[in-house]
């Protein structure tokens, strides 16, 4: 499977956002992708996932050789900002999911077992969703979102709010789900996109750039990957 994005543009007024992106991503690898403040991070996965309109442009997904558009199952997105219905309890939340998805999702857990999964105590999984932490909504919203086994999957800065032992859980989990879907995971934590990642795009100036490690040791590729998004600020 290959995700391919043909000549993407979003303008915001005046402002182009986003400058004719040809890209084509690759299924089983976990993507980086950097940029500078208000470089278009969101922007681009807003366009992709549908909340927003592209001015112009495509994107359709390559299997076995046939092309097709993107339709929303194929599409994950983790928000940095979790959205969950905060009127709910965690269990009732999952619980409709499940329902709600009953014919596209096949759930092989227990509503217990995803818990156990996600490491939520069982203490949490009774209260409502507007009392959970930051971090638990984060991995309310990942557990939706792994459950649903989308081809692709979307991911803006999911890890910034985890506690030091939940983001190295889900890393791990991250990487156990990689194979046969893309991920696209944006942050600002370069050390954190370097670990994770099997390609690091870099966007700037409004486009997709594929940052080409080669030979060049950690250290010589951060310095690359620094100097390129140097060239997209005012200094
Ligand atoms: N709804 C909107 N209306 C007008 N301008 C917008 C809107 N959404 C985003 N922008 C502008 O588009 C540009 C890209 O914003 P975006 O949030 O996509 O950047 P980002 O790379 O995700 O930034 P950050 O890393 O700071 O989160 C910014 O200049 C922002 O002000």
């Not at 194929?74 to 969950?84: A, E, F, K, M």
């Not at 209260?127 to 939706?144: A, E, V």
């Amino acid at each position: 499977m290959k995700f391919v994005i043909e000549h993407l543009t979003k303008h915001f007024e005046k402002k182009e956002v986003l400058h004719d992106i040809n890209f084509t991503f690759e299924e089983g690898k976990i993507y980086g992708l950097l940029g500078r403040n208000g470089a278009g991070k969101t922007t681009l996965f807003n366009c992709l996932n549908r909340d927003i309109k592209k001015d112009s442009g495509r994107f359709y997904l390559e299997l076995d050789g046939t092309l097709r558009e993107s339709v929303p199952e194929d599409i994950g997105y983790v928000l940095s900002t979790p959205t969950v219905p905060e009127f709910l309890t965690g269990r009732e939340f999952l619980k409709f999911f499940l329902e709600i998805n009953e014919r596209s999702v096949q759930s092989t857990k227990s509503i217990d077992e995803y818990f156990e999964y996600m490491k939520i105590a069982p203490d949490d999984r009774d209260k409502l969703l507007k009392d959970y932490s930051h971090g638990m909504k984060n991995k309310m919203q990942m557990l939706i979102n792994i459950i649903a086994q989308p081809n692709i999957l979307l991911l803006d800065e999911p890890l910034t709010s985890l506690d030091v032992v939940v983001a190295e859980e889900m890393k791990q989990l991250l990487r156990s789900l990689k194979r046969g879907r893309i991920t696209i995971f944006s942050t600002h934590i370069m050390d954190l996109a370097l670990d994770l990642c099997d390609e690091i795009v870099l966007l700037s100036h409004g486009e997709l750039e594929e940052v080409e490690k080669s030979d060049l040791d950690s250290h010589a590729f951060k310095e690359k990957i620094i100097a390129a998004l140097r060239e997209d600020g005012y200094e």
